[in-house]
């Protein structure tokens, strides 16, 4: 598949470790050139160097993608660098997970802002490059927790919501040659499943071993798997599958 990607630009916010990283890396390893925002500024420097040294071209800046201002900027820059924006991937989350008694506004308005607001600034000013172009993907990385998790109420109407605005931004911009999708992975081996095994108080090999007993496909998912997904919505040969939901899960989901 190396080539596949060639002379496009990704944008993957939330790149820096985990399934941003995993994704960035594919499409790298693809031909795109890859511009990854994240706040985490010491892993975004580990994974430029990283990427670099593999020979991949890469920009990396630290942004909010809560603050317009600053995702606009960072993908203005991505665009003056490698002269085109071809593919975003809302990649960026966090998670607040609480039962909904004790759910506080932090906790909910935290994960609204990253998720929602994030993917919409994203969007909004990829849109202005990629109708301009005639040519886009989009993906948003949503969840299975979409269709409900015990302790996310707030994550799990963030994701929900991501698969909403999936399907309006298939209807509104597929007329400018710009697919939207979405990828909802299950369960993933990252740092953000640790922290859920830290929450909850077991090993995280208790809990890859729980969630693994409900899995039809014996095992745990790793960020390739959602990479691998991500790369079929990019590619240009993809242009007629528009405002999808992709479980990536080991199995079916309702």
């Known amino acids: 598949m190396t080539g596949r990607f060639e002379n496009r630009t990704a944008f993957v916010t939330g790149g820096s470790r985990g399934i941003g990283k995993g994704i960035a890396r594919q499409l790298a390893e693809g031909g795109a050139k890859v511009a990854i925002i994240d706040v985490n500024e010491e892993a975004l420097q580990e994974v430029e160097a990283e990427f670099k040294e593999d020979g991949f071209d890469v920009f990396c800046q630290s942004a909010d993608v809560v603050d317009y201002e600053q995702v606009e900027a960072a993908m203005q820059e991505a665009h003056n660098r490698f002269g085109s924006l071809d593919i975003l991937v809302n990649n960026a989350g966090v998670i607040r997970d609480n039962m909904l008694f004790k759910m506080t506004d932090s906790d909910w308005d935290t994960v609204m802002n990253v998720h929602l607001k994030g993917s919409f600034n994203a969007a ?21 927790s979409a269709l409900g998790n015990r302790g996310q109420a707030n994550y799990a109407t963030a994701k929900a919501g991501l698969q909403g605005f999936t399907k309006t931004l298939a209807i509104e911009l597929g007329k400018f040659g710009i697919t939207a999708n979405a990828v ?28 693994v007993d409900k899995i039809p496909a014996g095992r745990s998912g790793k960020p390739e798997d959602i990479a691998n997904a991500v790369a079929f919505f990019a590619d240009e040969h993809s242009s007629f599958v528009n405002g999808q939901v992709l479980y990536v899960a080991g199995g079916p989901k309702n």
Do not use: H
């Open 124 to 144: 909004r000013a990829a849109q202005r490059f990629m109708v301009e172009n005639k040519y886009g993907r989009i993906i948003n990385i949503s969840s299975t």
């Open 184 to 211: 909802a992975p299950g369960f993933i081996e990252t740092e953000m499943t640790k922290e859920t095994a830290s929450r909850i108080g077991i090993s995280f090999e208790d809990l890859v071993k729980a969630s």
